[in-house]
């Protein structure tokens, strides 16, 4: 009787392991490697690098770790795919630089597209891992830093493309992370004037007056 029990608990927590029947994909190789992607997304977006491990990104594809294995070898190329999806829509940066400041602003102010992987929540969960960290930094420089920079002209295009990126990040952070209430109360074509107003110095490469004194910025005007 006893070992009846006992094998019958063994066959219980064998199924458990295993993806269950109403969750396990077909077998097609895109569709499964397109699961994966999206069961990384949302745990590496909500967890961080760290707080994730292939099982549960696998359980919630409905494949095993195995199999997840089999398509990216570790969870380091894995999230080098993640980031690449979450980095991958650079429309806003492409165009006319006068105007970039404009439409980055009426960008950052909009709803958030919820289909769009969630790049600050990404970054925020995953920074604190040197080696994610370092995919970051690589992704950020390939996908934005760098292709804004040479879009800018005048000096320091490097570092102003940098501080426009992390205007934008910060915002995002403070807004539609924390919430802040004056940022999602605020009326949003005043509040996109107000950014843009922040952004434009960096793309005209306008800088302030030397004095003596440190000067007294005033951020809206």
């Keep these: 009787m006893a070992q009846k029990k006992a094998a019958a608990h063994k066959s219980r927590a064998a199924n458990r392991s295993k993806p269950t029947a109403a969750h396990k994909r077909p077998r097609n190789a895109v569709a499964t490697r397109e699961a994966i992607l999206q069961s990384a ?33 570790s969870k380091e190329e894995m999230f080098v795919e993640a980031v690449k999806i979450t980095f991958a829509d650079t ?10 400041a404009d439409r980055v602003a009426q960008a950052m102010v909009g709803k958030a597209d919820e289909d769009k992987p969630d790049a600050i929540r990404l970054m925020l969960h995953s920074a604190s891992n040197p080696r994610a960290a370092t ?44 919430g802040s209430a004056p940022l999602t109360e605020a009326d949003q074509p005043g509040l996109a ?23 007294q910025l005033t951020l809206f005007g």
């Design 91 to 100: 429309s806003l940066f492409s165009g006319d630089a006068a105007s970039i």
């Design 135 to 178: 995919i970051l930094r690589e992704a950020l420089a390939g996908q934005f830093e760098r292709p804004l920079a040479a879009m800018l002209g005048g000096r320091d295009t490097g570092e102003r493309a940098a501080l426009f990126l992390a205007l934008i990040a910060g915002f995002d952070l403070i807004r539609n992370v924390v």
């Design 193 to 215: 004037r107000r950014i843009a107003t922040m952004l434009k110095p960096l793309v005209e490469d306008k800088q302030g007056k030397k004095t003596d004194k440190p000067q």
């Design 41 to 73: 997304l949302l745990a590496f977006s909500r967890a961080g690098y760290d707080g994730v491990g292939l099982r549960e990104i696998a359980g919630e594809a409905g494949v095993t770790a195995i199999l997840v294995n089999r398509y990216f070898g």
